[in-house]
């Protein structure tokens, strides 16, 4: 069972910035490839980055590259997303995944879900 929680939304300005947690349980964080996702009601969630926790390698969906940046923390099985410069098209609701593939991709259908999420407002 995947365990999940994430944190850290809230509502800011234009210009501003957040940053997003996800704590993972102990047997959810040993799988290789953790991500961020986000959701507008009504559309399809997007994957915005990957980490591969054995190796620290990233990458990022082309709308975020630049602003935004993926982290972990081993110790705490925590994953961080933080997110600069923000712009009204970042609101969404933001939701952490992890799969055990050996290659990390942002394809929705290669990842498991278990958390709440959590929501960014961007107001212009």
């Known amino acids: 069972q995947v365990q999940l929680v994430e944190s850290g939304g809230g509502s800011v300005q234009a210009g501003g910035s957040l940053r997003l947690s996800c704590v993972a349980s102990e047997g959810t964080y040993r799988r290789t490839c953790m991500a961020w996702f986000r959701q507008v009601p009504g559309e399809e969630r997007e994957g915005v980055a990957w980490?591969?926790?054995?190796?620290?390698?990233?990458d990022y969906a082309d709308s975020v590259k630049g602003r935004f940046t993926i982290s972990q923390d081993n110790a705490k099985n925590t994953i961080y997303l933080q997110l600069n410069s923000l712009k009204p098209e970042d609101t969404a609701m933001y939701y952490c995944?992890?799969?055990?593939?050996?290659?990390?991709?942002?394809?929705?259908?290669?990842?498991?879900?278990g958390g709440q999420g959590t929501q960014v407002t961007v107001s212009s």
């Open positions: 980490i591969d926790t054995r190796r620290g390698s990233t």
């Open positions: 995944a992890v799969n055990g593939r050996s290659w990390c991709s942002l394809r929705f259908g290669e990842y498991n879900f």
